[in-house]
């Protein structure tokens, strides 16, 4: 039997290099990880039209060439970023369009307004409804369901807090007089249109909506799909009825989708959203409100710091304006108006 001994020669030694040492796979796969995203130089622009489970329904538009609606999921660098219904995104994958194929968004733009409501007004999760809307229309019924003064102060709130004008339309007039619910509003410069059974100013609401991006909003049952049928034939929206006990619609638009309007040439879109009961203004900043009052808030430039324009706020420059009136004839409405909707904010 031969033993090795120190003093046999060095080169029997063995000999290892890298390629002797075994790593265990990863699980995971063996793609290193890095922070550095792709840029993506080639992906195609299209506005989101609507979401449903996971999936966007995406306009393209390649500057008026080919237009088409394509289906897209959400990569996964945007995991915690949401996307909704009027983004600006940048797509890759396959944008053909064609029954099947599925893209991806890569990148969401910069959004010009954000509607938002919160469950309640100390939730601090907000609901995002739509981005780049530039105006909003509220609908209430004259009756059934009755007109909620509440509610649509709270849509007026939302509104002027994300920058977008607000229209209003009142359905079923031919079941009750909306006078007397729109003499509170009347301090409040916005166009209201009437609709009845028998008669629906189709022309004028579509005059005001081509050029733009509005979202219609609105109590269950009030007759917001009814009108969004009539302005967007195809559109099929769902119609509820009224539950003859308890006074409530149903909910019958399920999702949030865009549906383009055409009127002589012009186009807009139509946000329709599902009803509400409810809407939230725990998001909302204070100094916005103010702000849709423009006439008022250069008089409130003069008030003492941490004035909340109310009625008891001592030494309000508002107040005393209104009191002596340098505000016109509509000083002292809008005064109310503006008064309501920060009491209504403050809960």
């Known amino acids: 039997m031969t033993w090795w001994s120190a003093d046999d020669d060095e080169d029997d030694e063995p000999e290892f290099d890298e390629s002797d040492v075994r790593v265990r796979p990863s699980r995971r796969g063996s793609r290193p990880r890095t922070k550095t995203r792709p840029e993506h130089a080639d992906a195609v622009e299209g506005t989101v039209l609507g979401v449903d489970r996971g999936r966007y329904a995406v306009l393209v538009d390649e500057g008026g060439r080919d237009e088409r609606e394509i289906t897209a999921a959400r990569a996964s660098e945007l995991r915690r970023k949401s996307v909704v219904t009027g983004d600006h995104v940048d797509l890759v994958g396959d944008v053909s369009g064609e029954p099947g194929s599925l893209s991806r968004i890569v990148r969401v733009g910069e959004r010009t307004t954000l509607l938002r409501r919160s469950a309640d007004d100390t939730d601090e999760v907000e609901r995002v409804i739509v981005a780049n809307a530039d105006q909003m229309l509220i609908v209430v019924a004259a009756a059934n369901p ?10 007026l709130v939302a509104a002027y807090d994300a920058g977008i004008r607000p229209l209003l339309c009142v359905t079923k007039t031919d079941l009750a007089d909306p006078t007397e619910f729109l003499d509170n509003f009347a301090g409040l410069e916005f166009p209201v249109f009437r609709s009845s059974a028998e008669s629906m100013p189709l022309d004028e609401i579509a005059d005001a909506l081509v050029g733009h991006r509005t979202v219609f909003v609105g109590h269950s049952g009030v007759g917001k799909s009814t009108l969004v049928n009539a302005l967007v034939p195809g559109a099929d929206r769902a119609i509820g009825r009224v539950n003859v006990v308890t006074g409530r619609g149903r909910h019958t638009s399920s999702s949030t989708v865009s549906l383009r309007i055409e009127r002589d040439g012009r186009t807009g879109w139509a946000v329709d959203t ?10 909302v900043d204070r100094a916005n409100i103010l702000g849709a009052f ?3 808030a250069r008089v409130a430039e003069d008030c003492p710091r941490g004035c909340t324009h109310l009625p008891d706020a001592p030494d309000c420059a508002i107040v005393e304006a209104v009191e002596a009136g340098e505000l016109g004839e509509t000083g002292q409405a809008r005064l109310d108006s503006l008064q309501r909707l920060l009491t209504t904010f403050a809960g």
């Open 146 to 155: 009755e007109p909620r003064i509440r509610l649509l102060d709270r849509y």
């Open 294 to 296: 423009t006439d008022l």
């Open 274 to 283: 599902p009803g509400v009961r409810s809407f939230g203004l725990g998001h």
